[in-house]
């Protein structure tokens, strides 16, 4: 039977990992994947997970079976981070997943079951693998215009003009914050805008939220889903604990379902269940708990709030470190990564240029031009502003 099978496609980001990982030159950078590294090139594990791992260690008594949505406290705690304060907090129902991956591959399988006929529009470009798992799920996927590639911001005209084009028949799927791959975000009047396009012509939003904290704040971040949220009668909504508690091989994420009422909500919320059982049964419970204990806890929660604060607090010095190590090399051609939100930008280079990254500087970035600027470290600033500027010539 196997020898049907050609060949599998490598994964654009998770292959850097490994590239990187047996690349001999003691000068190389991992500037692929998205984890948050810092200034000692390591991804640390938060000081309230810490805590919270050692609280649950003392105080399990068993390994046996949760439940298929997983932990209900944590579920709670994800839809009140997201939606507390709006009118949909009240009509909305969540189950844990594996990842926020889990999450938009039941959403999508959601969305399939009460629709088979969608289409899913994305952003161009979007996270690499929002089109996989649209399309895994049986359902077509279209892009609209997002990212102007001379300005390096969100061309909402041409992102607004293409939306009038979707319909009931169509789901929207947005970047809640921290754009993916390329830092640019829509702005608080674009999510209005949307958002009565939504209700104009029938559309659903799906947000995926992956790095909440990571932009202008934990409830900034959330501000413009929270407007949404507030204002349509239905929404998805795909969230990870991945980045903003650091517990990305822990697959902590939660799918969310807005309805118009609790009951339509807890209906979907069923139906994911049941699509849970026949795919993973129920997600891993470690991350989970943890996200709960640290929740539940004032101490914790403030030890988490700061420590992630402080993470995004260097980032934003990491940004401006790299643009002043561009400029001391006499280019302004890449003062956009300042104006970007979250661990990327797309730098503008080609795939060529990505490709002498790698081969000539061992500097290691997605083929789209992505690089990961929350996994730089100071001391490496003027050894990529000079691979840039020179693969850039
Ligand atoms: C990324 O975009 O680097 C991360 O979200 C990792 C992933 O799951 O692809």
Not at 2 to 24: H, V
Not at 76 to 92: C, K, N, Y
Not at 228 to 244: G, H, L, W
Not at 269 to 287: E, N
Request: glycine share 8%; proline share 4%; with cysteine.
């Amino acid at each position: 039977m196997f020898k049907q099978l050609t060949e599998a496609p490598q994964d654009p980001i998770l292959s850097l990992s490994i590239a990187y990982r047996d690349d001999p030159r003691t000068e190389k950078m991992d500037l692929g994947i998205g984890v948050y590294k810092n200034s000692d090139g390591v991804t640390p594990i938060m000081k309230a997970v810490h805590l919270a791992e050692q609280q649950i260690l003392d105080s399990s008594t068993t390994k046996s079976y949760v439940g298929l949505a997983g932990n209900e406290a944590f579920n709670q705690s994800m839809m009140d981070l997201l939606l507390i304060g709006t009118s949909a907090h009240s009509r909305a129902a969540a189950v844990q997943t594996p990842g926020a991956s889990g999450a938009l591959r039941m959403l999508a399988d959601l969305i399939y079951l009460a629709q088979p006929e969608t289409t899913v529009w994305i952003s161009d470009p979007s996270y690499v693998n929002h089109k996989p798992v649209m399309e895994a799920a049986g359902l077509k996927v279209k892009y609209y215009p997002y990212f102007d590639r001379v300005t390096k911001q969100v061309n909402s005209e041409a992102m607004l003009h293409a939306l009038e084009e979707a319909g009931p028949k169509d789901v929207v799927l947005l970047h809640g914050c921290c754009h993916n791959p390329t830092g640019a975000d829509i702005s608080f009047s674009d999510w209005q805008a949307i958002t009565e396009l939504a209700n104009k012509n029938g559309f659903m939003p799906f947000v995926d939220i992956a790095y909440q904290g990571f932009g202008d704040g934990l409830e900034q971040d959330a501000a413009g889903l929270q407007h949404m949220a507030d204002n349509v009668e239905e929404m998805v909504i795909a969230t990870s604990c991945s980045k903003n508690f650091g517990l990305y091989r822990e697959r902590t994420g939660a799918a969310i379902v807005v309805g118009d009422s609790l009951r339509q909500a807890q209906k979907a919320r069923g139906r994911i269940l049941t699509l849970a059982r026949s795919t993973y049964t129920m997600p891993p419970d470690h991350g989970a708990a943890l996200v709960a204990t640290i929740l539940a806890d004032d101490a914790l929660t403030q030890s988490w709030k700061k420590e992630l604060n402080e993470m995004n607090q260097r980032l934003l010095t990491l940004r401006s470190g790299l643009v002043k190590a561009v400029r001391a090399q006499g280019s302004d051609g890449f003062d956009f990564i300042e104006h970007h939100k979250g661990m990327f930008s797309v730098t503008g280079l080609s795939p060529k240029q990505v490709a002498r990254l790698r081969d000539e500087c061992g500097i290691y970035a997605v083929g789209d031009g992505r690089i990961n600027i929350a996994a730089l470290q100071e001391q490496q600033m003027d050894y990529l502003a000079k691979a840039l500027i020179a693969v850039s010539n």
